[in-house]
């Protein structure tokens, strides 16, 4: 079963700098170790399987596993052994190479291998097998996962912060920093960075340390970031509570989104992680830390509000409710329009916009109800925020156009807009091909404040659309107007026409 929410989308104006560097951290550990550890195993088995080692110590080795019941053959090793290592393909090249790390691994087999006990004093090759074996061993290193992994026999401190940052291989790592991004970056908007890092780290630790409780003779090192990371999955569900998120789910060949309390996530990854646990008993996966970072997770969520209330960005985790009632209004609103039903329609839109005051479709929604009184106070002052906009697209241009024809109309002869915002109008109307307007707002200006700063550019730009629709006549009485009032920068003008 997988359950991925994907309720949020990144606001990159606030990038989640802690999730993202994270991910970098991660890779660029995975990658850089990776790049020094793969040549120096190179060497190190290249060594082993051209030397006389396998036939001494690997058949051994093998017969004590297949007596223990493990999977296990024998008598395939012994023809894998009996080929030149550098002909066989790469599966068995890794066969061979999983064996022989699988037995330096274990600390009962090599303390008898190293006292003689394997490879007898008896036998006709053990000088050789000495040299071979102490030549090998100048090979041999510490892996940063074993150095750096969690080891519950051993469970040295620092490695209980240090395998967080630590995959097996780029599989592991990119399922990992997958879920670190998807979960990740909606936590730390909520909780603030140092908060969320804060989590990460002491989530991480709770997994490890149930690991820790539960396998405390293991002697294989745990690795990777996913004990921290179903913590933050705790943590989502926590703080998301009971608001609805929408979420991808996969059940076998079933798949599906699907919008739920978030809270609902929590249970069905804990239930998963169980079911996980029992059917895949010899699995790799530490799906105990998974459950000891989903308990942690859900642990904090619980206790935050309660000692960080203030910090925790309650606007975020309300956005999608906020904006589903917002468009449920919004909805609202249009009906009433289409039944005229202005004063219910005035009234809803009045509210959204009070709410919503940079929401375009809002504003001109208000307008529509407010215009069939253009000669009320709240219609001059909506009228006033509409013609302010900046979205300067060829639609936005129209609905402005139309809303400030209508405004003539309505208020035949009066003007009653400041004169900075009128010239800053008939500019736009002129660029933008409605010369009617912007010819109306000039002349007006002409006779109203002719002293207007740029006024001249502002008539020029009315000449030079005029020009535009072809229409030599008004741009004529454009020209005449420059050099009527604009007599210095009137040549200039006109040359400037003439060159286009």
Same mark, same amino acid.
């Given at each position: 079963?997988?359950?991925?929410? /994907?309720?949020?989308?990144?606001?990159?104006?606030?990038?989640?700098?802690?999730?993202?560097?994270?991910?970098?951290?991660?890779?660029?550990?995975?990658?850089?170790?990776?790049?020094?550890?793969?040549?120096?195993?190179?060497?190190?088995?290249?060594?082993?399987?051209?030397?006389?080692?396998?036939?001494?110590?690997?058949? &051994?080795?093998?017969?004590?596993?297949?007596?223990?019941?493990?999977?296990?053959?024998?008598?395939?090793?012994?023809?894998?052994?009996?080929?030149? +290592?550098?002909?066989?393909?790469? &599966? %068995?090249?890794?066969?061979?190479?999983?064996?022989?790390?699988?037995?330096?691994?274990?600390?009962?087999?090599?303390?008898?291998?190293? @006292?003689?006990?394997?490879?007898?004093?008896?036998?006709?090759?053990?000088?050789?097998?000495?040299?071979?074996?102490?030549?090998?061993?100048?090979?041999?290193?510490?892996?940063?996962?074993?150095?750096?992994?969690?080891?519950?026999?051993? @469970?040295?401190?620092?490695?209980?912060?240090?395998?967080? !940052?630590? @995959?097996?291989?780029?599989?592991?790592?990119?399922?990992?920093?997958?879920?670190?991004?998807?979960?990740?970056?909606?936590?730390?908007?909520?909780?603030?960075?140092?908060?969320? *890092?804060?989590?990460?780290?002491?989530?991480?630790?709770?997994?490890?340390?149930? !690991?820790?409780?539960?396998?405390?003779?293991?002697?294989?090192?745990?690795?990777?970031?996913?004990?921290?990371?179903?913590?933050?999955?705790?943590?989502?569900?926590?703080?998301?509570?009971?608001?609805?998120?929408?979420?991808?789910?996969? *059940?076998?060949?079933?798949?599906?989104?699907?919008?739920?309390?978030?809270?609902?996530?929590?249970?069905?990854?804990?239930?998963?992680?169980?079911?996980?646990?029992?059917?895949?008993?010899?699995?790799?996966?530490?799906? $105990?830390?998974? $459950?000891?970072?989903?308990?942690?997770?859900?642990?904090?969520?619980?206790?935050?509000? =309660?000692?960080?209330?203030?910090?925790?960005?309650?606007? +975020?985790?309300?956005?999608?409710? =906020?904006?589903?009632?917002?468009?449920? =209004?919004?909805?609202?609103?249009? %009906?009433?329009?289409?039944?005229?039903?202005?004063?219910?329609?005035?009234?809803?839109?009045?509210?959204?916009?009070?709410?919503?005051?940079? #929401?375009?479709?809002?504003?001109?929604?208000? +307008?529509?109800?407010?215009?069939?009184?253009?000669?009320?106070?709240?219609?001059? =002052?909506?009228?006033?925020?509409?013609?302010?906009?900046?979205?300067?697209?060829?639609?936005?241009?129209?609905?402005?156009? #139309?809303?400030?024809?209508?405004?003539?109309?309505?208020?035949?002869?009066?003007?009653?807009?400041?004169?900075?915002?009128?010239?800053?109008?008939?500019?736009?109307?002129?660029?933008?091909?409605?010369?009617?307007?912007?010819?109306?707002?000039?002349?007006?200006?002409?006779?109203?404040?002719?002293?207007?700063?740029?006024?001249?550019?502002? /008539?020029?730009?009315?000449?030079?659309?005029?020009? %535009?629709?072809?229409?030599?006549?008004?741009?004529?009485?454009?020209?005449?107007?420059? %050099?009527?009032? !604009?007599?210095?920068?009137?040549?200039? +003008?006109?040359?400037?026409?003439?060159?286009?």
């Amino acid at each position: 079963m997988l359950i991925i929410p /994907l309720e949020k989308s990144i606001d990159w104006k606030r990038p989640p700098l802690v999730t993202l560097l994270l991910i970098l951290t991660c890779t660029a550990i995975l990658f850089g170790v990776q790049g020094y550890e793969n040549k120096k195993y190179t060497d190190q088995f290249d060594f082993y399987f051209t030397s006389g080692l396998p036939h001494l110590e690997l058949p &051994p080795y093998a017969a004590m596993l297949d007596d223990e019941g493990k999977d296990i053959d024998p008598e395939s090793l012994q023809k894998l052994l009996g080929t030149d +290592y550098r002909q066989l393909n790469e &599966p %068995q090249q890794y066969s061979l190479q999983g064996l022989l790390l699988h037995m330096q691994n274990n600390t009962d087999f090599m303390a008898r291998l190293n @006292h003689g006990k394997i490879v007898t004093a008896d036998n006709a090759e053990f000088g050789n097998w000495q040299v071979q074996r102490k030549s090998f061993e100048a090979l041999t290193f510490q892996p940063v996962n074993k150095m750096y992994g969690f080891t519950p026999a051993e @469970h040295k401190p620092l490695t209980f912060l240090t395998h967080m !940052f630590l @995959h097996g291989d780029i599989g592991h790592l990119l399922g990992n920093m997958l879920f670190l991004f998807l979960v990740g970056f909606a936590v730390e908007m909520a909780l603030g960075s140092t908060v969320y *890092l804060l989590c990460y780290v002491l989530t991480g630790l709770a997994a490890v340390g149930l !690991f820790w409780a539960v396998n405390p003779s293991s002697e294989l090192p745990l690795v990777g970031a996913s004990g921290a990371i179903a913590g933050l999955m705790g943590l989502y569900a926590g703080i998301f509570g009971l608001r609805k998120i929408r979420f991808f789910y996969s *059940l076998l060949f079933y798949f599906d989104y699907a919008r739920a309390p978030a809270l609902i996530m929590l249970p069905a990854w804990l239930a998963n992680e169980f079911y996980q646990m029992m059917t895949m008993p010899d699995s790799n996966v530490a799906f $105990i830390a998974h $459950i000891g970072g989903l308990l942690s997770g859900g642990l904090l969520a619980a206790l935050l509000p =309660r000692f960080l209330g203030a910090n925790i960005d309650t606007a +975020y985790l309300d956005a999608a409710q =906020r904006d589903e009632d917002k468009q449920q =209004r919004y909805r609202q609103g249009m %009906q009433f329009l289409g039944a005229l039903n202005i004063p219910k329609a005035q009234k809803l839109f009045q509210e959204l916009h009070v709410e919503y005051p940079n #929401d375009r479709d809002i504003l001109w929604q208000l +307008y529509n109800t407010l215009k069939h009184d253009p000669s009320s106070a709240d219609f001059y =002052r909506i009228l006033v925020e509409v013609l302010d906009l900046n979205d300067n697209d060829a639609q936005t241009m129209k609905q402005l156009n #139309d809303a400030f024809g209508y405004y003539r109309k309505a208020q035949p002869g009066k003007i009653a807009l400041e004169s900075t915002r009128l010239h800053h109008l008939a500019i736009k109307f002129a660029k933008y091909g409605y010369p009617e307007n912007a010819e109306h707002i000039v002349l007006s200006l002409l006779r109203s404040n002719p002293e207007l700063a740029d006024l001249d550019k502002a /008539l020029f730009a009315v000449a030079l659309a005029w020009q %535009q629709r072809t229409n030599r006549a008004k741009c004529a009485e454009a020209v005449t107007l420059l %050099q009527k009032y !604009f007599p210095k920068s009137h040549a200039l +003008y006109q040359t400037q026409l003439n060159q286009r």
